[in-house]
């Protein structure tokens, strides 16, 4: 099968090896040089920001490493996967890629490493096993829906600080709030209304050991974590160690 090498322009400050342990390593594609699929145009960039113009390739064979390029980039629509490897370029090491013409290629709309959550940080709240964000309800105690991930104005939410290290999430299309109904009842569903300094709007941000959070509701005793069973809505239960409560904060 016929490969195609596509070279990176960049230089690394440190050699890196093959057989090396790998962590996330992420580049922004910025075009290509010539303007056909041969050389990539890359600047290495952090692992936690997706705009919604733009998708992650995870590059094929190379754990954590990825690519960040724009949705318009007609490279994106190529039945093609990329494939790292490392390759000494004297007193540098770059990497390249391959392209494999039989392979297939999928755009991640979410980013790779989970980022530091602070004040107006706009994110996407993901569920960690299904892939699926919370999208508002237009009506003030209308039950949250869910949907798979991807790039929509709707799945948009700002961060707004509550005080004590505790958050609202704003939707940018309608400025709606989670909530959940006192005395919560497990199972019940996680509604929104029009957002104001609501202590029922608050949630805490919970380490859940898989790099992400629990989103514990702060008004509810014992408290609620909101949960997807993959149905369209957003539920909750007593919080626990359950990974159905995981999600992340994508930020955009």
Known sequence: MRKILVTIT??????????????????QVNGWNPPAPEVAVVTPIPCT???????????????????????????VFTPWVFHG??????????PIFQWDPLGDQTI???????????????????????????TPNATNGGQIGSAPCTNAANMVYTLVAAGGGKWRFASEQGNKCPY???????????RNWGCWSDPNMAFGLEADGLGGFRLR???????????????????????????N???RLDAI
């Open 10 to 27: 960049m230089v690394f400050g440190v050699a890196m090896f093959a057989n090396a342990a790998k962590a996330s390593q992420c580049w």
């Open 49 to 75: 920001h997706t705009p919604t113009t733009q998708g992650w390739i995870p590059v094929g064979n190379e754990s954590g490493w990825y690519l960040r390029v724009a949705l318009n980039d007609p490279h």
């Open 85 to 94: 490897s490392v390759i000494n370029m004297g007193t540098t090491t770059a």
């Open 108 to 134: 991640l709309p979410w980013s790779p490493d989970q980022a530091t959550p602070v004040a107006g940080m706009r994110v996407r709240i993901r569920d960690y096993v299904r892939n699926r964000c919370f």
């Open 180 to 190: 959940v109904i006192l005395p919560a009842v497990n199972g019940g569903t996680v």
């Open 217 to 243: 509701h702060q008004a509810s005793s014992p408290n609620q974590c909101p949960y997807d069973p993959g149905t369209g809505l957003v539920h909750h239960w007593v919080c626990w160690n359950d990974f």
């Open 245 to 247: 409560m995981s999600y």
